[in-house]
């Protein structure tokens, strides 16, 4: 894990460039999306940033993605955060058999709590914000603002190293406006569901994408 901020850490990985998320307070903490990974669970449990002897108490998935909510089960117990139009079923996994043709093998794992605008959660006496600002990457978009880190997780709204995808799930003719709504939480960290964390002025220059069939 590499701390980008107070207690506000991100795990890369070489898959698909993947990157995740953790927000740790007092005894407490959030992952931002479980990936694809299962063993990240074990290394958490070990890593001294999560409450002793178990993982984070709340996971926030992104978007319904495959690359971001694949090992969920991991993690159980725990609370699923997701928007409300967020649907967790097998359709997901025909998006995945593009990039990895043998079977999933574990569980699907649907959110235990959604919501619709806005929300604030308690991360150990550290407030973090959930924003749905509107369809852009997919219907059901979550932002995680850590607003005493300046930190912003964008999911796939924001990639850095390629550019940002748009399937047949997407509203791209909204992406613009949602990226705004996100500056204006004057964020001085974005962390992207791609690539390495850029800042506000990466986003204002980032490209728009078009609608591409074959985009994840």
């Known amino acids: ?55 984070p108490s709340r996971i926030v998935l992104t978007h319904n993605h495959f690359d971001h909510v694949l090992a969920t089960e991991a993690f159980l117990p725990c609370e699923v955060w997701a928007h409300e139009d967020c649907v967790i079923d097998e359709s997901l996994l025909e998006n995945r058999a593009v990039y990895y043709p043998e079977p999933f093998e574990g569980t699907l794992i649907a959110p235990t709590h959604t919501f619709r605008d806005t929300v604030t959660l308690d991360v150990g006496g550290r407030r973090v914000d959930l924003h749905h600002f509107g369809p852009a990457h997919t219907s059901h978009d979550v932002v995680v603002h850590v607003p005493d880190a300046g930190v912003v997780f964008a999911g796939d709204l924001v990639e850095e190293g390629a550019e940002a995808q748009a399937g047949t799930d997407a509203t791209p003719s909204n992406w613009r406006h949602v990226l705004d709504l996100m500056l204006e939480l004057d964020p001085r960290i974005v962390v992207p569901g791609h690539g390495n964390p850029v800042d506000a002025q990466f986003v204002r220059e980032m490209a728009i994408p078009a609608l591409n069939p074959e985009a994840r």
Do not use: N, Q, Y
């Open 1 to 55: 894990m590499i701390e980008i901020a107070d207690g506000v850490f991100i795990k890369r990985h070489s898959e698909l460039d993947l990157t995740l998320g953790l927000i740790t307070g007092s005894g407490d903490s959030l992952l931002v999306d479980s990936g694809m990974d299962p063993a990240l669970a074990a290394e958490l449990g070990s890593s001294g940033l999560c409450s002793p002897g178990s993982g």
